[in-house]
T-cell receptor
Framework: NAGVMQNPRHLVRRRGQEARLRCSPMKGHSHVYWYRQLPEEGLKFMVYLQKENIIDESGMPKERFSAEFPKEGPSILRIQQVVRGDSAAYFC???????????FGSGTRLTVV | AQSVTQLGSHVSVSEGALVLLRCNYSSSVPPYLFWYVQYPNQGLQLLLKYTTGATLVKGINGFEAEFKKSETSFHLTKPSAHMSDAAEYFCAVSDRVTQGGSEKLVFGKGTKLTVNP
């Protein structure tokens, strides 16, 4: 029973490029959360999705960032026109529903050069 | 708005000594409280959580935490540190969830635990 799978583990992008981060939730999990961890900081909530719906995007930057969780396939966090300040570890977590708690993936470490 | 304060960004203990990691929270509603552990270049693993009921919560790897409402604290303890406990520990708080609501967590900045032989 695989855990939450994130890929790639490491991603290097030049300033101005697009970054696509993928998250495959655990089997049977239909709730996905994305968090960002900046150096020396705790995790900050970005967005909460259920299949085909964004439920809470209160932590998402207003520009350049978007997320989706289609009916089929993984959840995608997309960052357009990346800047150095986007360099961080991005973690996905999944849950089977409310009040179950959730399981984190190992993260994608984005470096913008 | 909720917040979490972890006192001490670095804590160092000797192997076999008591581990005490401090966490204070701020919440306008009765909170859910969590402790997570993160090993280098890995994701977060849940150690324990408090939702309702008994205020002393036991978790994995011999850790426990006590919810003290009057002190707004949720400190993490372990009687005897092991070398394998060296990691970063995060305290987190979330609202009690309304139907259809978000269970987002607010994290503290973390405490790095070093265990000396």
């Amino acid at each position: 029973n695989a855990g939450v799978m994130q890929n790639p583990r490491h991603l290097v992008r030049r300033r101005g490029q697009e970054a696509r981060l993928r998250c495959s939730p655990m089997k049977g999990h239909s709730h996905v959360y994305w968090y960002r961890q900046l150096p020396e900081e705790g995790l900050k909530f970005m967005v909460y999705l259920q299949k085909e719906n964004i439920i809470d995007e209160s932590g998402m930057p207003k520009e350049r960032f978007s997320a989706e969780f289609p009916k089929e396939g993984p959840s995608i966090l997309r960052i357009q026109q990346v800047v150095r300040g986007d360099s961080a570890a991005y973690f996905c977590a999944s849950s089977p529903g409310q009040s179950y708690g959730y399981t984190f993936g190992s993260g994608t470490r984005l470096t913008v050069v | 708005a909720q917040s979490v304060t972890q006192l001490g960004s670095h804590v160092s203990v000797s192997e076999g000594a008591l581990v005490l990691l401090r966490c204070n929270y701020s919440s306008s509603v009765p909170p859910y409280l969590f402790w997570y552990v993160q090993y280098p270049n890995q994701g977060l693993q849940l150690l324990l959580k408090y939702t309702t009921g008994a205020t002393l919560v036991k978790g994995i790897n011999g850790f426990e935490a006590e919810f003290k409402k009057s002190e707004t604290s949720f400190h993490l303890t372990k009687p005897s540190a092991h070398m394998s406990d060296a990691a970063e520990y995060f305290c987190a708080v979330s609202d009690r969830v309304t139907q259809g609501g978000s269970e987002k967590l607010v994290f503290g900045k973390g405490t790095k635990l070093t265990v000396n032989p």
